[in-house]
């Protein structure tokens, strides 16, 4: 090991992070211990900053955020054989069971005993050093960065999103919202054959951003009839699968206007507040309503599509700020929400 403590960056206060020295982490049988060096800020770990909370799930202060991660492996634990002391590996933040029905039925991110980084009770990544079973580590090919790794976790959001929806080659596909889990599922889209892809936001930057990551139409609502622009990409019929991304219910009410008769619309964003909804249009047109929870079984996918450069990341250019300045990257994540695509955080020295 390089150092002897571990040192943690925690959330001890609404809008207050402060570092901290913390244990050493063991590796357990079948676990590893590994250093990290990037994580992101998730738009879940800003709720926690900013509100204490998300829903019922309560910040349990100090409580460490962060869950979009890369990093070495530092330590083996009894048993593991799939890794060596040195690798530079993404994890994959949710543990699941293993044991229960879901689990065995690989639907593990739906497992309700998931202990799931930064989600309460269960600290997160912004540690120096954290343990994490081996098999949840994958092992990054020579040609990505570390950053590109601790950006796989809201690439699978978006890539669990876009194979939720059913998006196969020469499809139309709507996305209202342009933020990080936004692009991403853009970037699913795209590598999954999707053609023609309209974008909405109501923020310029948000959607000169999708122009660049390969939107064919981008629209802002304020200034545009997103109905007809997507009426006029489709011939009139509508998109084939809707995502809502932003998380609003502003958003999701209008999304039946969007879709195709016998299409898909999928749910991304976290949408906290009752929504009116006209599901007498959606009966009409018989279309699926499909939730998103996490994600499923692509990493190693998502590891091969980034290293040949079928999805490029590389356009993300990410804010980083160093470790013992976590809080400023918060801060500055906070201040600057209509621009930022995504903060990482230099967790190594």
């Known amino acids: 090991m390089e150092q002897i403590q571990n040192r943690v960056a925690q959330l001890t206060a609404i809008q207050k992070i402060e570092m901290a020295d913390a244990p050493m982490p063991k590796a357990g049988p079948g676990e590893v211990v590994v250093k990290t060096e990037y994580c992101g800020i998730c738009g879940s770990d800003m709720h926690f900053y900013t509100h204490g909370s998300i829903g019922k799930k309560v910040a349990p202060f100090p409580f460490i955020l962060g869950h979009e991660c890369s990093g070495y492996v530092a330590e083996l634990g009894e048993g593991v054989t799939t890794l060596k002391v040195g690798d530079r590996v993404a994890l994959e933040p949710g543990v699941p069971c293993g044991r229960c029905e879901l689990c065995r039925e690989g639907l593990y991110n739906l497992c309700p005993d998931v202990r799931f980084m930064a989600a309460p009770p269960f600290d997160g990544a912004l540690q120096s050093y954290l343990a994490h079973p081996a098999d949840l580590c994958f092992r990054l090919l020579d040609s990505m960065t570390m950053q590109e790794g601790a950006m796989l976790e809201p690439l699978a959001v978006g890539m669990h999103a876009a194979k939720r929806g059913g998006v196969t080659m020469g499809q139309s596909v709507c996305i209202l919202g342009s933020g990080t889990i936004g692009i991403m599922t853009l970037l699913a889209c795209k590598a999954l054959g999707a053609t023609r892809i309209v974008v909405s936001d109501l923020i310029e930057s948000r959607l000169e951003s999708a122009k660049a990551f390969g939107a064919d139409v981008v629209v802002n609502p304020r200034e545009q009839d997103l109905e007809a622009a997507v009426m006029e990409l489709t011939g009139g019929a509508g998109c084939d699968v809707v995502f809502e991304t932003a998380g609003s219910p502003h958003t999701m009410v209008d999304t039946?206007?969007?879709?195709?008769?016998?299409?898909?619309?999928?749910?991304?964003?976290?949408?906290?507040?009752?929504?009116?909804?006209?599901?007498?249009?959606?009966?009409?047109?018989?279309?699926?309503?499909?939730?998103?929870?996490?994600?499923?079984n692509l990493y190693p996918?998502?590891?091969?599509?980034?290293?040949?450069?079928?999805?490029?990341?590389?356009?993300?250019?990410?804010?980083?700020?160093?470790?013992?300045?976590?809080?400023?990257?918060?801060?500055?994540?906070?201040?600057?929400?209509?621009?930022?695509?995504?903060?990482?955080?230099?967790?190594?020295?």
């Open 256 to 296: 039946w206007k969007y879709v195709r008769r016998g299409g898909v619309i999928t749910l991304v964003g976290n949408i906290t507040a009752d929504v009116s909804y006209s599901f007498l249009e959606i009966s009409r047109k018989e279309v699926d309503i499909r939730p998103v929870f996490r994600y499923r």
């Open 301 to 349: 996918m998502l590891i091969e599509a980034v290293a040949s450069g079928k999805i490029d990341l590389s356009g993300i250019r990410p804010r980083e700020f160093p470790f013992e300045e976590s809080d400023a990257a918060f801060r500055y994540t906070a201040n600057n929400a209509q621009e930022v695509i995504k903060t990482l955080i230099r967790v190594s020295e």
